[in-house]
């Protein structure tokens, strides 16, 4: 990925857990490293295809003045969400912010913190089977299509499908969005169980009917176990209601732990299927 650097931006703010640098403020040195395909601007010579230097140091200045925070931590966080969100063109960027003169009674030549926020591409399944299915989908949809850390990128096509588990419940509508998102993978969990929330889902049966269903099933490349979170999301090879709307919107995608293309596994499953029909 191509970069554009600002090295060592001097911006006069008031940052501090001590009440004299918010009270008398001192000086910041912020850089940024934008990663960004540059090919277009390389080719056009058009301005559009980049991103303007000049405008986008006043507007470092701008967000890094307009609050006082204790850590520069979050004067950091606040500037990489600002990058990201007002430059489309913009994958990842990685702000660094130095305090020369840091109030810590020894000599250095400055502390500093460094941190790196980017896009993140996920695909998460969805299925309703109680009420109005169709509408839960859509306000679930849409909930997302809301938060502004949030991307709806693909919506495959809806699927009616027959329970697994416990089949005495109705059909589900299952289906697959392709999205990306500033959140990690904890932090979109816990933002899709609240949508779950809003919509009334209720978990006291497992594999029991829901209003919403939103799982995530792929996470960049990303393979996690925890108590909160497993990505990718554990038996989607032998669930054909999650693969059928994966694989219309994401074929080629590469599941990372069995090294296997989304068709692929599809396609073995449903062999599998077949032959044991017989």
């Known amino acids: 990925m191509d970069k554009i650097f600002i090295k060592d931006l001097e911006v006069y703010a008031f940052h501090g857990v001590h009440q004299g640098e918010k009270d008398l403020g001192q000086r910041f040195l912020i850089s940024a490293e934008l990663s960004i395909d540059l090919r277009n601007a390389g080719m056009t010579d058009m301005l559009s295809e980049t991103v303007n ?42 702000i660094t912010i130095k305090k020369p003169w840091a109030p810590i009674g020894k000599m250095l030549q400055y502390a500093a913190i460094e941190l790196i926020r980017s896009w993140h591409k996920v695909y998460i399944a969805y299925g309703s089977n109680m009420g109005n299915r169709q509408d839960n989908i859509e306000q679930a949809i849409e909930i997302l299509e809301q938060n502004k850390r949030i991307k709806l990128i693909k919506n495959s096509e809806i699927y009616e499908t027959d329970p697994v588990g416990m089949t005495d419940q109705n059909k589900f509508l299952n289906g697959a969005l392709e999205i990306e998102t500033l959140y990690n993978p904890s932090e979109l969990m816990d933002f899709l169980l609240e949508t779950e929330g809003r919509l009334n889902r209720v978990r006291d049966l497992k594999w029991g009917p829901r209003t919403i269903d939103l799982d995530i099933l792929l996470y960049d490349e990303s393979v996690i176990s925890d108590e909160k979170t497993i990505i990718p999301h554990p038996r989607m090879e032998e669930r054909e209601f999650v693969l059928e709307p994966l694989n219309e919107i994401a074929p080629y995608i590469v599941h990372p732990i069995l090294k296997k293309r989304i068709s692929q596994i599809l396609k073995e499953l449903k062999e599998s299927e077949s032959k044991n029909k017989y």
Request: hydrophobic residues 40%.
């Open 53 to 94: 230097y000049a405008q986008l140091c006043n507007q470092i200045d701008t967000v890094f003045k307009k609050e006082k925070h204790d850590l520069i931590e979050r004067a950091a966080e606040q500037l990489c969400e600002y990058i990201l969100l007002s430059y489309d063109q913009v994958k990842a960027v990685k």
